[in-house]
């Protein structure tokens, strides 16, 4: 037994129960959603020490795995499920007409992204992806404009269509090995799964779960509906949700699937993802469209991370997740007084020179200007690529390399009207006070971090490298045997 | 562009579904897990219905996930669904017979329902097929008598405290120092009404979830203006 568990329980018991809370007491409704997140909070820091000496799997029920469904839990999971609880408190979402909806949304989002981290079963996952997505339309068509509605439609369009791919993935591998187990999967990948079978089931999951991870050419969706949803909502499905999306493509990888055409796949999806992401920013007219295909480019960065063979691509992958889940809220939270035509926020930073000051700082970050964290991210990802010496890891360089200048061009175009001698016509609206906050408490987070890159950097080297391995995984799971036979 | 990208998606799909039928051993497809599950399920959980052991004891979790997207779907229809004018025409009183034939098939209903739903650890049904069932029972008055309406808020309290009941079974047996969502209470003799532990007290709370989740929609779906 372990209080894990209750990170995932603990909420969606809340969102049940918050409609009939809500009867008794109005101000217990508003309150107990953001106390059982703080809890579960708590609770996960609370184990993350003891994850560092050994990972920890938990089997659902009792049951033995590869019966019953394994939760696995390593400082790697533990870090994205406290990043979903831990941003879902900071973002919680504010809403006059639908609060009590909006926060049961919040809790089920929460619950369920930790769960998704920390599941150690394949259909698991996919019921857990899928609880994401349709809350995730929720928390989007939640704005109650037309606009919501209809990028949430495409959305889920989009959605399901991933969703079937995944599936099937899921069914092929399930059909050559008789299980759904990841630990066993493990065991079972080497012989049967690394052949065309193999590759086929990969490429449908990647593209099912790229969905979210706003993968090239399954990303028609982002744009529409960060600029239509909220911006805390926007915060939370660029920063933490497209992540988690990632960290499950990232186990796949790891554990089952060691193709060499699997990597080869991710660096050219990855490429153009960039490419298109980083052009489409460029052209943008718009603080969340640009926001919004800028996320498309940074997670084609992350895709280009995970082609590097070994530990190295990992590492480099999980630098750049942690620095953009820190960034993106971020610039989010500051986007939501600044929507609409980049024309008209000239002369914006001298009503709010606060905001301003951040969004320079982000802005370098992002365009990897050293030494802020940014640039070391990108670093990573860009150094082992250089040592492979091989023509498509160079032009992954030197597409990164192009994407860092339009990034450049077009932030400092936004920054360039923010400090404007001539302000705009409309007067500019002063961000509120918790938006504000946030975004500096995430900002400087990250500033911060540049005062202790070599700790952090180490730290991210033990996560990755435990997440790398396989034989503790399959030990700690320790999955029992299944008599092999047909159907009589 | 688009019809351009759409092409080569279904020319990639259709490629890797033929190279996949080229390659796979259909006669040779690897079932372990339910055999093994035939061999243990009786004695781990008690029930006669070894589906029923699969959805509420070894895959309780996906259960309680499959049910949560139920929650939030109807959620998310509450609040996307059912607002209409003030002065909207709605759909005019059906006949006499379909009338009396609802108020006849409530009661029917009703029992067929909770039959099914006590008896899922037993017999195929369970929780999901007797929900659905009860749902009808209560949407089909609202058929008849299109202008009558379901309390909303009676219905999301209903869901609320079945889905809660789930999780709290759970919680409990986290009490007594096992796992979460492990069964409790004595398995009993097996094929017995009274047996497998806590699977059917779940069953019913998903049963009652399910229920009122979907009358709640369809009410919400009828609740949507009438069309001239």
């Known amino acids: 037994m372990n209080l894990l568990v ?43 020490p003891q994850l560092g000496a050994a990972p920890l799997a938990l089997q659902w029920g009792g049951f033995q795995a590869p019966l019953g469904i394994t939760l696995y839990a390593d400082q790697f999971a533990l870090l994205f499920a406290l990043a979903m609880t831990i941003g879902t408190l900071l973002l919680w979402p504010r809403s006059a007409e639908n609060q009590l909806r909006s926060s049961s949304l919040a809790l089920l989002l929460a619950g369920t992204g930790s769960g998704l981290a920390l599941s150690g079963d394949l259909f698991n996952i996919y019921v857990f992806y899928e609880l994401m997505t349709v809350v995730s339309y929720g928390l989007i068509a939640g704005r109650g404009t037309s606009g919501s509605f209809a990028s949430t439609l495409r959305y889920l369009v989009i959605s399901g269509f991933g969703a079937a791919l995944a599936l099937a993935g899921i069914a092929l591998v399930y059909q050559a090995t008789g299980t759904l187990n990841l630990a066993q999967l493990a065991q079972l990948a080497p012989e049967k799964l690394n052949n065309l079978q193999g590759f086929a089931a990969f490429v449908l999951m990647l593209i099912g779960f790229g969905v979210k991870a706003e993968l090239f050419p399954v990303n028609m969706w982002v744009p529409e509906v960060y600029a239509t949803a909220s911006s805390r909502v926007s915060a939370l499905l660029a920063g933490v949700v497209s992540k988690l999306a990632l960290l499950i493509i990232m186990r796949l990888l790891i554990l089952v699937f060691h193709q060499p055409e699997a990597l080869t796949v991710l660096l050219v999806l990855g490429i153009l993802g960039v490419a298109s992401g980083e052009l489409a920013a460029w052209r943008a007219r718009d603080l969340n469209r640009m926001l919004a295909f800028s996320s498309i480019g940074q997670l084609g960065v992350m895709f280009i991370a995970l082609s590097i063979p070994g530990n190295a691509g990992i590492f480099a992958a999980l630098a750049v997740m942690v620095h953009h889940l820190f960034l993106k809220p971020s610039m989010f939270l500051l986007a939501e007084r600044w929507g609409g035509s980049i024309e008209k926020l000239a002369g914006a930073a001298r009503t709010s020179p606060i905001a301003a000051a951040l ?56 920054v360039m009207k923010l400090y404007d001698k001539q302000p705009a016509a409309t007067s500019h609206k002063v961000h509120a006070t918790a938006d504000l906050a946030t975004a500096l408490f995430l900002g400087g987070g990250l500033i911060a971090a540049v005062f202790m890159l070599v700790p952090l950097a180490d730290r991210l080297d033990s996560i990755a490298a435990q997440a790398t391995d396989v034989s503790t995984y399959i030990q700690t799971v320790a999955p029992q045997q299944l008599q092999s036979g047909r159907v009589q | 562009m688009r ?106 209903l009703l029992v067929v329902g909770l039959y099914i739903i006590l008896h899922g650890h037993l017999t195929p049904g369970g929780g999901f097929q007797g929900g659905v069932i009860l749902a009808s029972a209560f949407f089909l008055p609202l058929l008849a008598r299109p202008g009558s309406s379901i309390n909303q808020d009676v219905i999301s309290i209903v869901e609320g405290l079945a889905g809660a009941t789930f999780i709290i079974i759970g919680l409990l047996a986290m009490f007594d120092g096992k796992e979460f969502l492990t069964p409790l209470l004595d398995k009993g003799e097996l094929g017995a009404l009274i047996s497998a532990g806590t699977l059917p007290i779940l069953y019913l709370a998903v049963g009652i979830k399910v229920g009122s989740e979907l009358a709640g929609l369809l009410a919400h779906l009828a609740e949507a203006e009438a069309l001239d």
């Open chain 1, 6 to 48: 209750l990170m995932i329980a603990l909420p969606l018991l809340t969102a049940f129960l918050l409609s009939s809370i809500n009867r008794i007491s109005t101000l217990a409704a508003r309150w107990i959603g953001p106390l059982v997140l703080l809890a579960t909070a708590v609770i996960g820091l609370s184990v993350w």
């Open chain 1, 359 to 414: 969004f320079v700082l982000l802005a370098l970050s992002l365009i990897g200007v050293p030494p802020l964290p940014g640039f070391w991210a990108k670093l990573l990802v860009i150094m082992p690529m250089l040592a492979l010496d091989q023509p498509l890891y160079y032009l992954a360089v030197f597409v990164m390399l192009a994407a860092a200048s339009l990034e450049a061009n077009y932030l400092f175009r936004v």
């Open chain 2, 3 to 108: 019809r351009f990208t759409a092409a080569l998606f279904l020319l990639g799909l259709g490629v890797m579904i033929a190279a996949i039928y080229q390659h796979m051993d259909f006669s040779n497809t690897a079932v372990n897990a339910g055999q093994a599950i035939n061999a243990v399920a009786a004695e781990e959980t008690g029930a006669a219905n070894f589906v029923t052991s699969v959805v509420l004891a070894y895959r309780g979790i996906d259960t309680l996930l499959e049910l949560t997207i139920l929650f939030t779907a109807a959620m998310i229809g509450g609040m996307v669904l059912g607002r209409r004018r003030v002065d909207a025409p709605r759909d005019p009183d059906a006949g006499f017979i379909l009338r009396t034939g609802a108020d006849l098939l409530f009661p029917l």
